[in-house]
């Protein structure tokens, strides 16, 4: 069973910055990605940035430049530096792990952090 817990959501201005955390527990290998994404009111469940086992990650083009996406694999950790925030990053966002097992592909999410950004 894999658990994923998120924790630094809350409420900022219009230009002010979150840090997003996400820990990763349970019986974990094959680790592809690891990331994020959001959903606002409305909307579909979108890609923010994941990161790859290497290292490399890829970013929404919106979050590009102000966003930044991290992991301790030791730890099974995945963090989202989030500066210069605007009032349409307001979302729900979600952490993201996807896991190859014997060439079967699972995502795990998290519950769920609420990021409001006031104008």
């Known amino acids: 069973q894999v658990q994923l817990v998120e924790s630094g959501g809350g409420f900022v201005h219009d230009g002010g910055s979150l840090l997003l955390t996400c820990a990763a527990s349970g019986s974990i290998s094959g680790i592809n990605t690891m990331g994020w994404y959001r959903q606002a009111p409305g909307k579909q469940r979108e890609l923010v940035a994941q990161?790859?086992?290497?290292?490399?990650?890829n970013y929404a083009d919106s979050v590009k430049g102000r966003f930044t996406v991290s992991r301790d694999n030791a730890r099974n950790m995945v963090y989202l530096q989030m500066n210069s925030l605007r009032p349409e990053d307001t979302a729900v966002y979600y952490c993201?792990?996807?896991?190859?097992?014997?060439?079967?592909?699972?995502?795990?999410w998290g519950q769920g952090t609420q990021v409001t950004v006031s104008s």
């Open positions: 993201n792990l996807e896991v190859n097992l014997l060439g079967r592909i699972y995502d795990y």
């Open positions: 990161i790859r086992s290497g290292g490399s990650a």
